[in-house]
C-alpha cells in the first residue's frame, strides 16, 4: 500500500481520503487555529511526553493491471474531507511526464495523478507498475477514469477570471486554479470567497516556494495544491516542507532538572534572536552549550517597570551556544541570521516555528547555570547574559499541572485555561520562568535532552566527551 499516514495533529493532519479516486491513501495536511485542540495520549507520568502519531509503511510498487480507481464508483460528494475537528485537510494532487516523479510521489504518498487527456496510456502504463489514481484534463475539466467530472479547471490571468470563480457554483467539488499572473492576492480573494463552502479549491504549483504562499496565503491556506513538474527534486522539497510543518503538531519532550551551580563569567559576545513572530508567557528557545542538553530560555514578552517588553526577542547566549531548528536539528547562535528558521517551544512543550528578523551580537556580562537531571548524572550547562530580563523557563507546579492536562484534552476552554495556567492574582506570572539574577541552587528549570554528538548540526553515533 501507498505510505500509510494516520496523523490527527493539530496543524498538519494527515489523513486516509474517503475519495473514490485514491485507492491507496493521499497525504493531507491541515491547517488548523492559533491554538491546538486534539486529544492525545499522555505516555507514562512524564508531562511532556513526545507524541509521535505517524505510521509509515515502505511503498509497495506492484503489477496490477486493473486500475481499482477505473473500477470504483464516482461520487463527487466524497472530495471534501474532514478531520476528526471538522477542519478541512490539505491535499496534493502531481501533474507530470515524468516516470521517476511518478515514483518519488508514490513513495511519499502522493498517489492522484493529472494527465492531459490524449495521455491515457501512460496513466495505464504506470497504472501497471504503481497504484495510482489518474485523472484526465479535458476541455476546462478534470475527468476520472469512468470520464465522470470530479473537479472543474480555470486559468486566472486577469481580475475578471477570478471574479468568475463562485462558490455557489453547482459544476464540481473541486476547482483547479492556474495562476498565470499574480499568486499572493489571487489566492488571498480566493480564501476570503470560499471560506464558508464545502468546495476544494487547488491551486497549480510548479515549485515548492509557490506552493508554500498558497498553502500559507491568509493564514488558512487553500485546500489543495497540484504540483505541476518534471523534476523530482520539487516533490522532494514539497515533503520536506510537510514534515517540518507538521512537527509544530507533536509535543517535544522536555525534562525537569535542578540547578547545581551558579558563577559569574565575565564579559561574552551573547546573541539576541528577534523572531518575525510574538511569543507568549512561557515561550523561549531552546539554547545550551551542550547539545545534549538544551534549556528552555525565555522571550522578553514580560513587562517590567525599568524596560519595555520584546516579545520577539529571546536573548539567547553567547556566540557558541547551540540553538534548536526544525529537523530536529541544532545551528550555532553565531550562524543565525534573517530568514533562518528556529523551534519556539512553551512551558506545556507545544512547539511552533518561527523566522528570524534580526541577530544582535553585542558584549555583555556574562552567568554560567549548571544542572542536572534525576536520571542522568552529567552535568549540563549554560551561559546566558546576567542580567533581569534574562530568564529560564520552569516546569509548571501544583495547580498548573491541572491545568495542563486539561489543556491537552480540552481545545474549547484553552483560552481560558491558558490563562489560569500562566496569570495568578491579577497579572502576576505564576512560576512561569525565573531571571538569571534572581536563580538559585535547587531551583528546577526546563530541559530539552537529546543525543550529544552531531555533525553540522545532525544528530549522530559517535563517541564524544563534551565538558
Known sequence: MALLSHICISHFTSTVPSS?????????LHL?????CSTRNIRGINLCSNLNFLHSEKTLLRHRHNNPCFSMASSSCCWTSLDETGKRSKRVWIWTNNKQVMIAAVERGWNTFIFPSHHRQLAHDWSSIAVICPLFVSEGEILDGQNKRVATFFDVSKPEELEGLRPDDEQAENIVVNLLDWQVIPAEN??????SSRKTVFAISSNTSEAQVFLEALEHGLDGIVMKVEDVEPVLELKEYFDRRMEESSLLSLTKATVTHI????????VCVDLCSLMRPGEG??????????FLVHSECLESNYIASRPFRVNAGPVHAYVAVPGGRTCYLSE?????????VDQQCQQRIAIVGRVKI???????????????NHTISILLQNAETVALVCPPKGDSVFFFF???????????LKCCLLHHSGNTLLKTAIPVTSLKVGDEVLLRVQGCARHTGIEIQEFIVEK
Open 336 to 344: 543565525l541570521k534573517s530568514g533562518k528558521e528556529v523551534v519556539v
Open 20 to 28: 473514490p479516486l485514491s485507492a491507496s491513501p493521499t497525504t493531507f
Open 406 to 416: 486539561i489543556y491537552i484534552f480540552s481545545g474549547i476552554l484553552l483560552s481560558f
Open 190 to 195: 480566493i480564501i476570503a470567497a470560499f471560506q
Open 285 to 294: 528557545l531552546l539554547v545550551g552549550s551542550f547539545a545534549r542538553g538544551l
Open 32 to 36: 488548523s487555529s492559533l491554538f491546538p
Open 263 to 270: 558563577q559569574v563569567a565575565g564579559m561574552g559576545d551573547r
Open 362 to 376: 553585542e558584549t555583555r556580562p556574562l552567568i554560567l547555570v549548571e544542572a542536572k537531571v534525576e536520571s542522568d
